[in-house]
């Protein structure tokens, strides 16, 4: 028996799977860590019942906003004084497809162009290779502020690297297109 040590139960893994969803992406303050399927998992430690272990899956590598949003996690854990362990889980690799569709309209009032879809739905364990670039004009992007897909692409970067910086032809406005990965 472990009685000295306080088990964690599902009211404290609710406790801080809701403060840990409400955090934010450091580059899009509209989108929260679970919107964007970053957060993967709050649990018990498998090998530590008192320990909560939180999974985070960064969305690009070398991503700047990862080591904000890890510092972000484990200030918020320790507000919250719960024993935790950050667990970065690389594979199965993060897509935008992992975004919520409450995520693709926050983008989208936001003024940013979300992500098509990659692929269909994926088996689960299934590896797919999503480095082919795609044709050109493979993918109609909206403009997020009038809708019209009669729009161009005037940059492969944007205002960050995981954006593309993109034009309306029919509003003229240009607007950052979240690529899809
Ligand atoms: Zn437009």
Redesign the pocket.
């Known amino acids: 028996m472990t009685a000295a040590l306080p088990t964690v139960d599902e009211a404290l893994l609710a406790r801080v799977r809701a403060a840990l969803e409400a955090l934010t992406d450091p580059e899009i303050p509209v989108v929260t860590l679970a919107d964007m399927g970053i957060l993967r998992d709050v649990r018990a430690a498998a090998d530590d019942p008192a320990l909560v272990e939180v999974v985070i899956t960064p969305t690009y590598s070398g991503c700047p906003a990862m080591a904000q949003i890890e510092d972000d996690v484990r200030a918020t854990l320790e507000r919250l004084g719960v024993p935790a362990r950050v667990v970065t889980q690389l594979a199965p690799a993060w897509t935008t497809d992992w975004m919520s569709e409450a995520a693709r309209a926050k983008l989208r009032a936001y003024g940013i162009a979300p992500p098509g879809r990659c692929a269909g739905p994926t088996p689960a364990g299934e590896r797919v290779l999503r480095f082919v670039p795609r044709a050109a004009g493979d993918e109609a992007v909206a ?1 997020p ?2 809708g ?1 897909t009669h729009t161009r692409e005037v940059s492969r970067f944007g205002s960050t690297a995981c954006k593309a910086l993109w034009q ?1 032809l ?2 003229r ?1 240009p607007f950052d297109h979240f690529k899809p990965h």
Do not use: V
């Open positions: 403009c502020r009038c019209s309306c029919d509003c406005e």
